[in-house]
């Protein structure tokens, strides 16, 4: 059993910068491709950005340019570092973990979700 827990989100004013910490725990969780997501108030889910378990990356192009992920394998953790917050960047931030070496942006390519950490940006 693969265990995600994010952490990291709160209350922010715009144009700051914020980190996002995805602490995975389970068997072989170094095999995993990991995506965050997001949902703002109203609105569907969306892909913010995935990496794989080569460390490559992929952004939506809407997400471009601000937002950053990495893993650290000896942490068992991806990071989501969020720069110039803007007030839509409001939501609750979901980090997600699948048994594939090569991640994509689309939720339905994970199986393993977590509580999601809320940030919220304030002008």
């Known amino acids: 059993q693969l265990h995600v827990v994010e952490s990291g989100g709160g209350l922010v004013q715009t144009g700051m910068s914020l980190v996002l910490s995805c602490k995975l725990s389970g068997l072989s969780w170094g095999v995993y491709a990991v995506g965050w997501f997001r949902q703002a108030p109203g609105l569907e889910r969306e892909a913010v950005s995935c990496i794989s378990v080569d460390g490559s990356t992929d952004v939506p192009d809407s997400m471009r340019g601000r937002f950053t992920i990495s893993r650290d394998d000896s942490k068992n953790t991806v990071y989501l570092q969020m720069n110039s917050l803007e007030l839509e960047d409001t939501a609750t931030y979901y980090c997600?973990?699948?048994?594939?070496?090569?991640?994509?942006?689309?939720?339905?390519?994970?199986?393993?979700w977590g509580q999601g950490t809320h940030l919220t940006v304030s002008s």
């Open positions: 997600a973990a699948t048994r594939s070496r090569l991640c994509r942006l689309w939720e339905s390519e994970y199986e393993h």
